[in-house]
């Protein structure tokens, strides 16, 4: 029966070892299998399986059915986007987003990709907008599909292939508003339209009534990092989507490059 070996520092031994093992993982070894995870820790092959079997169940490590390596999870990935949020992303976006909600009298939102979700960081609403707004519940924290929202095909479309597909293998395309893309190579003509033109658009496909137009945010090194958005309900504005796109897109493009230069991004330099 395993034993709790005493720590002076009065420190867990366990979370140290748990935290050590998610250390291990970096971006000159995104992959590591259980030996090369023992020898790194400092364990034996029977306690880090131990270890990685707990964090594998908790989310925070994932394990390729093939090679049976693991690679960093998910619950990792929401470690580090609340980190990077509370220090720069949401601190620098925020002025510009409230603003742009000011100047349209919309919901203005920022979201990040997180598996086959969008994961909300900001979102500003406009007394403009008055009790006849929508916002679905949405709130910081709220999670949508990403195939059927402006934001998700945002984050979608600038995915590398590989890492597209696996992403749409893995999601169920069902029906959510009358405009659903429910067939695969309908999102993927909407998708390539998307990295052509930089401009998503939601068109009651996620909830009768709702329109939304959505544009990339970049970092300094040119990835695509967030998605910021516009929100229309028909309640609001019953126009068509091609005049609303008309309307808020000039808008929506000078507020994303402006976040993205302050993320340090530069268009002449773009990779």
Known sequence: MPTTEPNPRGQSQSLERGLAILASFGEARPVLGAVDLARAVGLNKSTTHRYLSTLTNLGYLQQDPCTRKYRLGPRVVDLGFAAINSMEITRVAAPHLQALSDETGYAVSLALLDGIEILYIQRCRSAREGRFGIDLNLHVGSRLPVYCTAMGKVLLAFQEPDELR????????????????????????????????????????????????????????????????????????????DSIVRRLESSLRRTAGEISRRMGYSASERR
């Open 166 to 241: 696996a992403l749409l293998d893995r999601i169920d395309l069902a029906r959510r508003g009358p405009n659903t893309l429910t067939a695969r190579e309908a999102l993927l003509a909407a998708l390539n339209r998307v990295r052509q033109t930089g401009l998503a658009v939601n068109d009651e496909e996620l909830a009768p009534g709702l329109r939304s137009l959505a544009v990339p945010v970049r970092d300094g090194f040119g990835d695509v990092v967030a998605a910021v958005n516009i929100a229309v309900h028909l309640s609001i504005w019953h126009a068509s989507m």
